[in-house]
């Protein structure tokens, strides 16, 4: 008699842009403990000086460290943005970069629509999130939340 034959078990391989696609699922979450374990404990997330958001919220436009990164996802972003809607444009990866264009539609703390769209360079590392550069039109996102005079 032969003994049962046992499934082979294989590791997982996660690819980077399933990394960052896992990534933008546990951002809306808002669980700061799962946002940190995504990124480096060095990780860093750049985006350009200035930028309306970091300015309104008189917050960095470069976090550095997982903690940081995951508290602004988690929490200080939420002082500004309500009713999150991303809305991706495409996805493309090449080796450990992964570019994500996307929408972002958000009710603002005055209760003012915002709307403006985003392109995320991110740099992954093992399985984990290293850097991430942002780009935006900070001229529209300026105008949405400081109005057209600013």
Known sequence: MQAPSMPVLERAVTS?????L???????SRDAGRIAALFTDD????APKGNATAVALDHTDHMVGAQ???RFIAQEMHRM????DIAFRGVYAD???VIVEERMRATLAGGKPYENDYCFVFTVAGDRIREVREYMDTRKGWRMVFGEEA
Do not use: L, R
């Open 43 to 46: 990780a860093e997330w750049i």
């Open 81 to 84: 943005f309500s009713e999150v």
């Open 95 to 97: 080796g450990g970069v």
């Open 22 to 28: 896992n990534a933008w699922k546990t951002f809306s």
């Open 16 to 20: 980077p842009k399933d990394i960052v």
């Open 68 to 70: 940081a990164i995951a």
